[in-house]
């Protein structure tokens, strides 16, 4: 049996970072109604010529020497985001050359905040068919340059920054399942209006911001990452006692708290990362798992579950030992 194994992890985020307190100076917002009903504290933010490629290499070069792995080892690279650098060539392929990676497959995964998950997920299973010695997957995300900065309901949650693994086959078991799914039934509640074959005239405009309808969000992403997340340990025959860390994606820390709940598991063994962070989007998970690792409390060979939820809807788990 080969397994996809984690074999090193990596972050970066912009140096600029903006306190609730600087928010309170741009938007009619408080520092107590941000905490309270998201968990954010401060978020980073990209500089106006830093793009998203430029994340994904500072993120992937640590990842790479956590690894011990040099860019001619790389033989395949997913890079999940919703705000690349252009509409193409994709990030991915930006970044292989950046890194000097030999040519290889360099894939861009787009599926808003579960854009990791499924880029990691696809990879998986490259690596379960053989065909993957070593992959470079990364979610990132410059979500602040598409954030409408006068409007409360949105600007106060996003965040900016990249998360970066190495992954690669294994005998000892790594990913033991995965599950992906979207329902674009719910393409409405949460989505950008602006894209490269629909209302590009709208780019630049007040017109071009993030459209969210809050509560309902809210209220399917703790129903659909609550159900996925006891999926995820079903259909790998663990039990909720088992799991050692819950990874999720860091949209607001009371979602994160009822995906806790429902898998009774104490906020000890979850890693939340939303109050320095802010939403990040794609990024957010690899991030979160990163940080977990980098401080010593995600130790080898424990159970580690990763889920997101994104619009769409889009929503994935990755179950693996570390
Ligand atoms: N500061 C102060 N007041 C605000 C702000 C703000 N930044 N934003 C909204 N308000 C006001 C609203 O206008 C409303 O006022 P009103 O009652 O006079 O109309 C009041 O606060 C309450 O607003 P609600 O929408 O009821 O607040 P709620 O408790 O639902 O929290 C929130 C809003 C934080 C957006 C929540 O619904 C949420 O987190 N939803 C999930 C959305 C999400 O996470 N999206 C990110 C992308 S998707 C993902 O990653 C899962």
């Known amino acids: 049996m080969i397994y996809t194994k984690i074999a090193g992890t990596g972050r970066y985020l912009p ?7 600087d928010l309170e100076k741009i938007v009619d917002t408080t520092d107590e109604w941000i905490r309270t009903r998201t968990g954010v504290e401060r978020r980073h933010a990209v500089a106006p010529d830093q793009t998203t490629s430029d994340m994904c290499v500072e993120a992937a070069k640590e990842a790479m020497e956590a690894a011990g792995v040099a860019p001619e080892d790389i033989d395949f690279i ?4 919703t705000s690349p650098d252009l509409i193409f060539p994709n990030v991915a392929t930006l970044v292989q050359h950046r890194l000097g990676i030999p040519a290889c497959p360099s894939i861009g995964m787009e599926a808003a905040c579960t854009s990791f998950i499924y880029a ?19 979610g990132a995300e410059c979500i602040t340059k598409l954030v409408d900065w006068s409007d409360r309901n949105t600007c106060v949650l996003f965040g900016d920054g990249a998360g970066a693994v190495i992954v690669k ?22 989505y950008y209006p602006v ?12 017109e071009a911001s993030i459209m969210m309808t809050g509560k309902e969000v809210f209220k399917v ?23 050692d860390w819950l990874v999720p994606h860091q949209a607001n820390i009371r979602i994160i708290q009822a995906t806790a709940k429902r898998l009774d598991l104490p906020m000890e063994k979850v890693i939340v990362t939303v109050q320095d962070h802010g939403n990040t989007s794609a990024a957010s998970v ?12 995600i130790k080898p060979g424990q159970l580690v579950l990763m889920e997101a939820f994104g619009g769409g809807f889009t929503w994935g788990s990755v179950l693996m030992r570390l």
Do not use: W
């Open 15 to 21: 140096e600029k970072i903006l306190t609730n307190f």
């Open 78 to 81: 997913a890079i999940g985001t």
């Open 120 to 138: 990691l997920t696809t990879v998986d299973k490259f690596i379960k068919a053989g065909e993957v010695k070593c992959a470079l997957v990364i």
């Open 169 to 190: 086959p294994s005998e000892e078991p790594g990913i033991l399942t995965t599950h992906l799914c979207a329902d674009g039934q719910y393409k409405d509640l949460l």
């Open 195 to 206: 894209g490269a074959s629909n209302q590009l005239e709208k780019a630049g405009t007040d």
């Open 221 to 243: 992403a703790v129903s659909k990452l609550g159900d996925i997340a006891l999926q995820a340990l079903e259909s790998a025959g663990v039990s909720k006692e088992e799991l």
């Open 286 to 297: 690899p991030m979160a798992l990163d940080v977990g690792i980098r401080d010593g409390r």
